[in-house]
Each structure stands twice: as C-alpha cells, then as structure tokens.
C-alpha cells in the first residue's frame, strides 16, 4: 500500500529550519508513519521534545518502531485521535508547529496553531501547491481547504509567510 511522505528534500529542510531556529519542543498534527517527526528529532538533540499527533493507531504502531530503529524513541510523545481537539490538551508553546492534516480541515488548523506557537516560531504546512490542482477552476473540498489556508496565512497579520516549492509545496510561516 502506497502512503505518502514528504519525502528526503522536505525532511533535510525541516531539519535545518529545526537546527538553525534551535527547536527543542515541535508538534506535528498529522504524523503518518513519522517520517517528517524522523528529521525532526534527529535536528532537535537530546533535550528535544517532538509531539506526534495522527487518526490512526496502525501509524503509530508503525511510527513507533521506525522510532525505535532511528534511536529517536525516547524524544517522541505520540496522540492518537483528532489533531484539532489533541492541541488543545497540550500545555505550553512550541517553536514549530507542522501541519499534514487532512486537507479540508486546514484553514481550522490555523486558529488551533496559533496560540501553541511562540513568538518567532515556525508553522509549517505540507501539501499547499497541491500538485498544481491549487489552480483548478472546480476545485474538489481537499483543494478548497488548501486555496482557502494558503489566502488565510498570506492575509494573517500574525504570520509573515512564504511558500517554498519543493515537492508539493511548503508554506513556511513566522509568529510575528
């Protein structure tokens, strides 16, 4: 079965963004298998702290032992369930906060995020070019969510926010 990842040139950026901005503390909502939650903990040290949320216990099962294969087990806290409503249990700020949830729930991340990032962090989203379906004249619910996020974050005056084109898009926003 085929799923998907954001792939080696999205994972050495997310770590270099994690490295360069010193994170100790990052929230994923929507992890998968972790492969994004991987470079992460590798970036973060051992002091770092990487929060993984994700729909589906059979991903994090299967997390857990690329984990435990990484040597990054122990810088993992994993929630199983709605990413939405698991932000909202979780104490204190974040430096980075990435977004891979489904897509039609993205402009609802925006107003969850913003309140669990500190001042100067990073929130990163996957997927916001969408295989170029952003462009669409009839855009499906998933494209709309995404259109509707990427307008959202341009226009936040909380955010300054640029989008890098590496593989299916990466906006990159800082809490002003």
């Not at 999205?10 to 010193?22: P, S, T």
Request: aromatic share 10%.
């Amino acid at each position: 079965r085929e799923f998907p990842i954001n792939g080696p040139l999205v994972g050495r950026l997310l770590y270099v963004l994690a490295k360069f901005g010193n994170a100790k503390r990052i929230l994923e909502l929507g992890s998968g298998y972790g492969y994004s939650a991987y470079w992460f903990a590798k970036a973060i040290g051992k002091d770092g702290k990487v929060v993984c949320t994700d729909g589906s216990e059979e991903n994090h099962m299967r997390a857990m032992e690329f984990f435990k294969r990484g040597k990054i087990a122990e810088h993992i806290e994993f929630h199983v369930g709605d990413a939405l409503k698991i932000i909202d249990g979780l104490d204190g700020e974040f430096d980075i906060i990435f977004n891979d949830i489904d897509k039609t729930q993205y402009p609802k991340a925006i107003r969850k995020v913003l309140p669990k990032l500190r001042k100067g962090g990073l929130f990163i989203t996957d997927n916001v070019l969408w295989s170029g379906k952003i462009l669409d004249k009839k855009p499906d619910a998933a494209t709309a969510g995404i259109i509707t996020f990427n307008r959202m974050v341009y226009s936040s005056k909380d955010l300054f926010s640029s989008i890098v084109p590496l593989r299916d898009g990466l906006a990159v926003c800082v809490k002003k």
